[in-house]
């Protein structure tokens, strides 16, 4: 069975950093195109960033040079490490498995970060 | 880069169908898409992979009453017999080699 368990979220300072995991169960994260997701509060839904299963990495516009993606293929676990963090990157953040670019068949729980002072 | 437009709500009574839409932009009208749900509270559900052609897959443990079809830029899913855990927020997505993740604005079912 795929599970997703995203975990690492919490209150932070702007300006500060958080890293973001998602543990990942039922199959290989490194044989997949994975992906973070986030949802502000009474928002939809933004795509944050990908990691493809040959290490290429990408992201959006809004945290390009400020959020890097990677993965621990020993642990099977995704990461998202998040810097100089702003006010409107409060969001609920989701990760989520992709057999192919943009089809993301599996979804985690996801995990709340709020930046605040 | 690809834009995709939905309808903010839609209404259906309870045992009946829906067709939700989804738009893409200009010059963009053979991307595949993909539609997921979103109950109250929960994360995302990946409904489908929809391509232009019409032709759909479903995801692990999607019911029946859940379909797709396409018609030159517009996107369509189609929910039967309309139950009321189908109310939910329904977003479609699509990507290229450029923007790797797009998503629409999401449409609020209500299950009158």
């Known amino acids: 069975e795929v599970q997703l368990v995203e975990s690492g979220g919490g209150l932070i300072q702007p300006g500060g950093s958080l890293r973001l995991s998602c543990a990942a169960s039922g199959f290989t994260v490194s044989s997949n195109y994975m992906s973070w997701v986030r949802q502000a509060p009474g928002k939809g839904l933004e795509w944050v960033s990908v990691?493809?299963?040959?290490?290429?990495?990408y992201y959006a516009d809004s945290v390009k040079g400020r959020f890097t993606i990677f993965r621990d293929n020993s642990k099977n676990t995704l990461y998202l490490q998040m810097n100089s963090l702003r006010a409107e990157d409060t969001a609920v953040y989701y990760c989520a498995r992709g057999t192919e670019p943009g089809i993301r068949d599996y979804w985690g729980q996801g995990t709340l970060v709020t930046v605040s002072s | 880069q690809p834009v995709l437009t939905q309808s903010s709500s839609a209404s259906a009574s309870l045992g009946s169908s829906v067709k939700l839409t989804c738009t893409l932009s200009?010059?963009?009208?053979?991307?595949?898409i993909a539609w997921h749900q979103q109950q109250p509270g929960k994360a995302p559900r990946y409904l489908m992979k929809?391509?232009?052609?019409?032709?759909?897959n479903k995801g692990s443990g999607v019911p029946d009453r859940f379909s797709g079809s396409s018609s030159g830029a517009d996107r369509y899913l189609t929910i039967s017999n309309l139950q009321s855990e189908d109310e939910a927020d329904y977003y479609c997505e699509t990507w290229d080699s450029n923007t790797h993740g797009v998503f629409g604005g999401g449409t609020k079912l209500t299950v009158l």
């Open positions: 200009s010059g963009h009208s053979n991307y595949i």
């Open positions: 929809l391509e232009g052609s019409g032709s759909y």
């Open positions: 990691i493809y299963s040959g290490g290429s990495t």
